[in-house]
C-alpha cells in the first residue's frame, strides 16, 4: 500500500495520520512549496487555465513552454532543451532518436530503469559494463562496432548517492570516438556552480553530447528534460515518441512554476550552499555513530543495513519515532544490500537533523 501524504512536500510532513521529519523525498532544495513558485503557479492558472489538453505540435505550445526551455538552456550551459512531462519519458523519447541499428550502447550496470527501458526501446545493442569500473567500460569500447558507440551513464547514482567518474569516462569517451550521456536526474540543482549539475561540477561543458534530467526533485515541480546542441533538441522533438504522443504537455502552472525555480536558481545558490552544509553535518552525526554510509558523496546517504527484514523493521521503528526514511530492497538494489536511502535537503534544519541522527543511531544500534 501507498504511504499517504496529507501536507505540502517540506522537512516535516503529515504522513499516514502523523507528523514526521521527511528523509526520504527528492526535494532537494525545499522547492515544492516555496511561495515563489506557488504564485507563478496560481498566476498562470488564471491566465491559461489548468491544463494544456493537446500536444504541443497541434495546439498545446504556450509561451511559458518556450520560455522554460530557453532559461533552462541558459542555466545548463547549452544550445537548448527540450522540456518532457517526466524523466522517464525523456529517457524513453531520448536513447531511441539517439541509438539505432547498428549502435552500440554502453550502459553502467547500475543506471536507472529508465535509462534500460530507453536503450530496450532503441534498437542499438547494449553492453553493459561494471558500476563505475573504467577497465571495464574501455574493454567494451575496443569491441568492434559497425556504428555509433553511446556511453550513458547517471552522474549521481540514486540508491548509493555516489558519482559516477565523468572526467575519465568522457576521456574513454575521446579516445574512442564516443558519444556522452549523462541523466543528471540528482546531479540537477545540487552539484556544480548553483546546482548546475554533475556536468558543471567537473567542468565537462562541450564533452558531454547530451544531458537528460529532472524537474520534479530540485527544481520542485515536475517533469524531465533533455539539454544538447540544437541540432539534437530539434531531431528528438520531431522524433522522439515520448514527446510527440503525449496528449497534453506540463499543465501552465507548473511551467509557470518552473521559470520561477529556473530564475531563482540561476542568481541565487544560497539553498544549493545550505543544502551541503546540512549534508556535511548529517554525515558526522553517522560518523560518529559509527554507521555504514556506504560510497555516497552526495545528500542521498543510505544507511546500510544488509538484511532485508532488518531495513524494513528499522524503518518502521523511526516512523514510530517520528523520522520516515524508506527501506530499499531487492529489486531496487542488490541482495545482501538493503537499506535505509535518507536524503538530506536544504528545508531540513540543524533540530530536525539532530532529532534524525539521534533516532537512526538508537535504533540501528538496538537491532544489530
Same mark, same amino acid.
Given at each position: 500500500?501507498?504511504?499517504?501524504?496529507?501536507?505540502?512536500?517540506?522537512?516535516?510532513?503529515?504522513?499516514?495520520?502523523?507528523?514526521?521529519?521527511?528523509?526520504?523525498?527528492?526535494?532537494?532544495?525545499?522547492?515544492?512549496?516555496?511561495?515563489?513558485?506557488?504564485?507563478?503557479?496560481?498566476?498562470?492558472?488564471?491566465?491559461? *487555465?489548468?491544463?494544456?489538453?493537446? $500536444?504541443?505540435?497541434? @495546439?498545446?505550445?504556450?509561451?511559458?513552454?518556450?520560455? /522554460? =526551455? #530557453?532559461? !533552462?538552456?541558459?542555466?545548463?550551459?547549452?544550445?537548448?532543451?527540450?522540456?518532457?512531462?517526466?524523466?522517464?519519458?525523456?529517457?524513453?523519447?531520448?536513447?531511441?532518436?539517439?541509438?539505432?541499428?547498428?549502435?552500440?550502447?554502453?550502459?553502467?550496470?547500475?543506471?536507472?530503469?529508465?535509462?534500460?527501458? *530507453?536503450?530496450?526501446?532503441?534498437? $542499438?545493442?547494449?553492453? @553493459?559494463?561494471?558500476?563505475?569500473?573504467?577497465?571495464? /567500460? =574501455? #574493454?567494451? !569500447?575496443?569491441?568492434?562496432?559497425?556504428?555509433?558507440?553511446?556511453?550513458?551513464?547517471?552522474?549521481?547514482?540514486?540508491?548509493?548517492?555516489?558519482?559516477?567518474?565523468?572526467?575519465?569516462?568522457?576521456?574513454?569517451?575521446?579516445?574512442?570516438?564516443?558519444?556522452?550521456?549523462?541523466?543528471?536526474?540528482? *546531479?540537477?540543482?545540487?552539484?556544480?556552480?548553483?546546482?548546475?549539475?554533475?556536468?558543471?561540477?567537473?567542468?565537462?561543458?562541450?564533452?558531454?553530447?547530451?544531458?537528460?534530467?529532472?524537474?520534479?526533485?530540485?527544481?520542485?515541480?515536475?517533469?524531465?528534460?533533455?539539454?544538447?546542441?540544437?541540432?539534437?533538441?530539434?531531431?528528438?522533438?520531431?522524433?522522439?515518441?515520448?514527446?510527440?504522443?503525449?496528449?497534453?504537455?506540463?499543465?501552465?502552472?507548473l511551467t509557470a512554476a518552473l521559470i520561477a525555480s529556473i530564475e531563482m536558481l540561476s542568481t541565487d545558490d544560497s539553498l544549493v550552499k545550505r543544502l551541503w552544509n546540512n549534508r556535511t553535518y548529517f554525515m558526522q552525526r553517522m560518523a560518529a555513530f559509527g554507521i555504514d554510509t556506504g560510497n555516497t558523496q552526495t545528500p542521498i546517504i543510505p544507511i546500510m543495513l544488509g538484511d532485508e527484514e532488518r531495513a524494513k523493521e528499522v524503518s518502521v521503528k523511526l516512523y514510530e519515532?517520528?523520522?520516515?526514511?524508506?527501506?530499499?530492497?531487492?529489486?531496487?538494489?542488490?541482495?545482501?544490500?538493503?537499506?535505509?536511502?535518507?536524503?538530506?535537503?536544504?528545508?531540513?534544519?540543524?533540530?530536525?537533523?539532530?532529532?534524525?541522527?539521534?533516532?537512526?543511531?538508537?535504533?540501528?544500534?538496538?537491532?544489530?
Open positions: 500500500m501507498y504511504r499517504t501524504i496529507y501536507s505540502p512536500q517540506g522537512a516535516r510532513i503529515e504522513l499516514d495520520g502523523a507528523s514526521v521529519i521527511n528523509m526520504a523525498s527528492n526535494n532537494y532544495l525545499g522547492l515544492a512549496n516555496h511561495p515563489s513558485l506557488k504564485k507563478a503557479a496560481s498566476d498562470a492558472i488564471e491566465k491559461y *487555465g489548468v491544463g494544456a489538453a493537446a $500536444a504541443r505540435n497541434i @495546439v498545446g505550445n504556450y509561451p511559458l513552454h518556450t520560455e /522554460l =526551455e #530557453e532559461k !533552462l538552456a541558459k542555466y545548463k550551459g547549452v544550445e537548448a532543451t527540450l522540456v518532457f512531462n517526466s524523466g522517464v519519458a525523456a529517457n524513453t523519447g531520448l536513447i531511441p532518436v539517439l541509438a539505432v541499428k547498428g549502435d552500440v550502447i554502453l550502459s553502467d550496470e547500475l543506471n536507472h530503469g529508465s535509462i534500460i527501458d *530507453g536503450c530496450r526501446l532503441s534498437r $542499438a545493442e547494449t553492453k @553493459v559494463f561494471k558500476h563505475m569500473d573504467m577497465q571495464s /567500460l =574501455e #574493454e567494451r !569500447l575496443k569491441e568492434p562496432c559497425e556504428g555509433k558507440k553511446i556511453i550513458i551513464t547517471d552522474g549521481v547514482f540514486s540508491m548509493d548517492g555516489d558519482l559516477a567518474p565523468l572526467a575519465q569516462i568522457a576521456d574513454l569517451a575521446d579516445k574512442y570516438n564516443a558519444y556522452l550521456v549523462v541523466d543528471d536526474a540528482h *546531479g540537477d540543482g545540487v552539484m556544480g556552480s548553483f546546482g548546475k549539475g554533475t556536468v558543471d561540477h567537473f567542468g565537462l561543458h562541450g564533452r558531454v553530447f547530451a544531458e537528460s534530467g529532472s524537474l520534479g526533485k530540485a527544481f520542485g515541480v515536475a517533469g524531465g528534460f533533455i539539454a544538447g546542441n540544437r541540432e539534437l533538441i530539434d531531431e528528438v522533438r520531431a522524433k522522439g515518441r515520448s514527446f510527440i504522443f503525449t496528449a497534453s504537455p506540463l499543465a501552465p502552472n519515532e517520528g523520522v520516515y526514511a524508506q527501506a530499499v530492497i531487492f529489486p531496487l538494489v542488490p541482495k545482501g544490500k538493503a537499506r535505509l536511502r535518507v536524503i538530506i535537503t536544504a528545508d531540513h534544519t540543524i533540530e530536525d537533523l539532530d532529532f534524525a541522527a539521534n533516532a537512526i543511531g538508537k535504533i540501528v544500534k538496538e537491532i544489530l
